[in-house]
């Protein structure tokens, strides 16, 4: 898959690669939104191995809203893409899944490049409005898949607004010997099941990457074009 990113700008990385995997291994199906599409890089790929989905892309960049359209067509896929801020945005349709690789990021020091800005630091999405609003789109038994910083695992689980319920966290850990920076996961509305803790996943095993990390990647068989 060819993607054409901004030469001065954020660009997808791991924590995408690994997400996409992991939202791969449920049953995708209906209708999906993704949210803060960046280049578009998770959607696309989601579309890619699930044809059939009906895919929604929301992205408040209006740089970036038009790299997700010059990609979509460069790789002949079909998506409703919107430009807009998720928070204001009034959607008409409910889905069946919201995906998302959201900015995260805390702290002071941050980018003097807006669009980096935008995406990386929580300030521009932040967690419990971001959640507020994926309860009120999903269906109602809609699922919400996304990753964030590990280390917020327990704002993850207070903030997640009923009836939301978490059902699958995988935590993914750079090396063996080093903490765990990303966890993904999977909520469902209504659900009654517990919670699914699945292995975790190692980033690079000395200077290369992980077996499964390798793997992932190859999957994902993307190349980046930055312009």
Do not use: W
Request: glycine share 6%; charged share 30%.
């Amino acid at each position: 898959m060819i993607l054409y990113q901004p030469k001065n700008g954020y660009c997808y990385n791991s924590d995408t690669m690994f997400l996409y995997d992991f939202i791969s291994g449920f049953n995708i199906k209906g209708k999906v939104l993704e949210v803060g599409g960046g280049c578009g890089v998770l959607g696309l790929l989601i579309k890619r191995d699930f044809p059939e989905i009906d895919l929604s892309i929301v992205e408040k960049q209006k740089i970036m809203f038009d790299f997700i359209n010059k990609n979509l067509d460069e790789n002949s896929l079909k998506a409703n893409v919107i430009n807009g801020d998720f928070l204001t945005y009034e959607f008409d349709e409910k889905y069946d899944f919201v995906i998302s690789n959201p900015p995260f990021y805390q702290g002071t020091l941050k980018s003097e490049n807006e669009i980096i800005k935008t995406a990386r630091y929580e300030e521009s999405l932040p967690m419990k409005e971001f959640f507020k609003k994926v309860n009120g789109v999903l269906k109602e038994r809609g699922e919400f898949i996304f990753c964030y910083d590990a280390k917020r695992i327990d704002d993850i689980i207070s903030n997640i607004p009923k009836p939301l319920k978490i059902t699958d966290i995988r935590f993914m850990y750079p090396r063996l010997n080093k903490k765990a920076t990303l966890v993904m996961v999977r909520a469902k509305r209504h659900a009654k099941s517990m919670v699914n803790v699945h292995p975790p996943l190692i980033g690079f095993e000395g200077e290369n990457y992980s077996k499964e990390a390798a793997e992932i990647y190859k999957k994902a068989a993307t190349k980046s074009i930055k312009i």
